[in-house]
Nanobody
C-alpha cells in the first residue's frame, strides 16, 4: 500500500505564505506525476497545480505567479509554496501522486485558512 501524508496547512492572514508538503510512503515503482488540488465545502475539487516527472508544471489561473509547485522524486515528496495568500484560497488542499502500478493516490487533505 502507498500512503500520502500532507503537512503545512494552517491559519494565516492575507498576504502571508505557507508551504505544503506531501510525502508518499510504501512500495513505489515510479512516480509519473504529482499534483495539488483544493476543495471548499459543497464545491467541486479543483486543480491548483501539477508537475510531471519531467518537471513540466501547470497552474490554475487563480494561483499563477503566487504559488509554486516543486517535486523531489528521490524523496517521494511534492511541495506547494503559496505566497500572497488571499481569503479565497481558503480550502482543504489535497495532494495526489500518479504511480506506476498503483494508479492515482490521494492524501487525506490539509486545511488552509486565510483571514482577511
Amino acid at each position: 500500500q502507498v500512503q500520502l501524508v500532507e503537512s503545512g496547512g494552517g491559519l494565516v492572514q492575507a498576504g502571508a505564505s505557507l508551504r505544503l508538503s506531501c510525502v508518499a510512503s510504501g512500495i513505489i515503482f515510479r512516480i509519473d506525476g504529482m499534483g495539488w488540488y483544493r476543495q471548499a465545502p459543497g464545491m467541486e475539487c479543483e486543480l491548483v497545480a501539477d508537475i510531471s516527472s519531467a518537471g513540466s508544471t501547470n497552474y490554475a489561473d487563480s494561483v499563477k505567479a503566487r504559488f509554486t509547485i516543486s517535486g523531489d522524486i528521490a524523496k517521494n515528496t511534492v511541495y506547494l509554496q503559496m505566497n500572497n495568500l488571499k481569503p479565497e484560497d481558503t480550502d482543504v488542499y489535497y495532494c495526489n501522486f500518479h504511480l506506476l502500478r498503483w494508479g492515482t493516490k490521494w492524501g487525506q487533505g490539509t486545511q488552509v485558512t486565510v483571514s482577511s
